[in-house]
């Protein structure tokens, strides 16, 4: 017998959260993570359409267009269409994610996510791969170090930038029902488990990892997992660090940042992205406003990347841990 | 929810095209700035769409099965207004406010402020790109509604527009048709001697579309074009309209000057003078 339909609605739902919960503490690119989690949410919710630009193997929405290729659209080599495609889909009542690399995705159509996205507030999610540094080999074309800057300066952007899969997967559900448009930032490299088990994700909602006597380090994406390690290298001269993981840039949970920066004499932002404009200028501006502090900003420092391993790249851009823990031993005294 | 009466009549329609482009010249001339020339080379178009060939209901500005208009060429947002007002989605008095603080007939039509504008256009090229979105929404919800999209001439200059023309095709979007409000100039001249955009017709066909031409004023030509575009099926149509700007007032007709500029008090009763003595 078949189930009676809000039954096997629910039985869907709780496949969700079972899916959501089985990453928790699993070390996974993003990607990864948004392809299985919108595969889900595909089961569960009809209305959900999914478009991408010729890159589904790479973004991993894949996955959701061989279970419901009658709700994937490959809109081709066109950014600008998909997106603004992705607007119509909207405007017909329907939940569209479109996908594609995030430097063409923020880069390339803008100007149409401007016109066309935010400014009518339509209900699209642009979930776009490969930003950061850690793109690696491809090198500079394809490494989106100014996304989060691009998509910051737009009204009515909500931006979120995951720091591991299973964060990932609750922000896709979460931006599901959002009814808004959002830009969600992810990587191709794989991303550490960093989030607890019982976290619970929410738009404009920071997480505090610890709350530091001496600095603290507000961090997002892949860097958070650098900053909780420079959190205990540092611990070992005594110094006590905070780490907040801001994974949503827009809007800018200022009360958390305000509760775990009090105290401290120095704050430093880590993320892979440009310094200019995205985790690191939001924080500049929110607390010159509110706490003025001595502030380091962590991030790639307004240069273009290049080829190599993403923990070559890592390095070679002062992004590790161990260049964190220099940053704030250097500047506390 | 009445529907509006969809009326065949020709004489009726050519009537609502007159007051459409009275509207029109009143609105821009309170304002004293807006673009005259586009819009009324599309009034024709627009307001046989209106009042014949959609199904809508403007006391239900949200009815799911209302079929769809995208004024792709913004700028051309008096013709939209002035027919949303007639149509009665709102007060005509409102058309006073046009470009004026606080207004929500902005310069280029907003969804969010003005009900019975669907899209929020203006930058151009975007417009065909919605469109196809929300053919292919539409028909993957079964709902059986049509997408009209009010293209520019100058505005085909976009490169989106052709990515869009290629979605429409592959998509097989028979549910959209798109209409080019072929009046030959831009804001720098004529579209020949800006960017040659001629032959129109021919890059449609190469793209896998239905393609009707027609004269942009004929009543009946917009009319039966309309209907051929609802019978072809597997493939979107464009019509190719054919048309002048500024049309229906001599002193503005085929005059790329008037592309942005609204008439002034003097060129405003010259207008109207020749409107009202016109058949």
New interface residues.
Partial sequence: MANRPEESQLNKALLRSEEIASLAGKDMATRDAYGTALYNLGISNEKIVVLDADLSCSTKTIKFAKAFPERFFNIGISEQDMVCTAGGFALSGLIPFASTFAVFETGRAWEQIRQTIAYPFLNVKLAATHSGITVGEDGASHQANEDIALMRVIPNMTIIVPADGFETAQFVNILAEYNGPAYMRLGRAKAKAVMPNDYKASIGKAYKFHKGKDACIIATGLMVNESLKAREILLQSSIDCGVINVSTIKPLDGDTILEAVSGCKLVLTAEEHSIIGGLGGAVAEFLSENYPVKIIRTGIRDTFGMSGSPTELMKIYRLTAEDIAEKIRNNLH | MNQLNQSKDINFLKEKAKEARIEILKMLNIAGSGHTGGSLSATDIVAVLFYYKMRHRPNEPEW?ERD?FILSKGHAAPVLYSLLAMTGYFEKSLLTTLRKINSPLQGHP???LLKGV??????L??GL??????????R??K?PARVYCLLGDGEIQE??IW??A??SA??KSDNLCAIVDNNGLQIDGRCAEVMKIDPIPDKWIAFGWNVINIDGHNIKEIINALDEAERCKGKPTVIIAKTVKGKGVSIFEDKVQYHGVAPSKEELEIALKELFSSG
Avoid: C
Avoid at chain 2, 129 to 138: P, V
């Fill in positions: 799911k769809r907003s969804s969010k669907e899209v929020s256009t203006g930058s090229g975007q790109s919605i469109a196809n979105g929300l053919a292919m929404g539409l993957l919800q709902i490169g989106q990515e869009a290629m979605t592959h998509y």
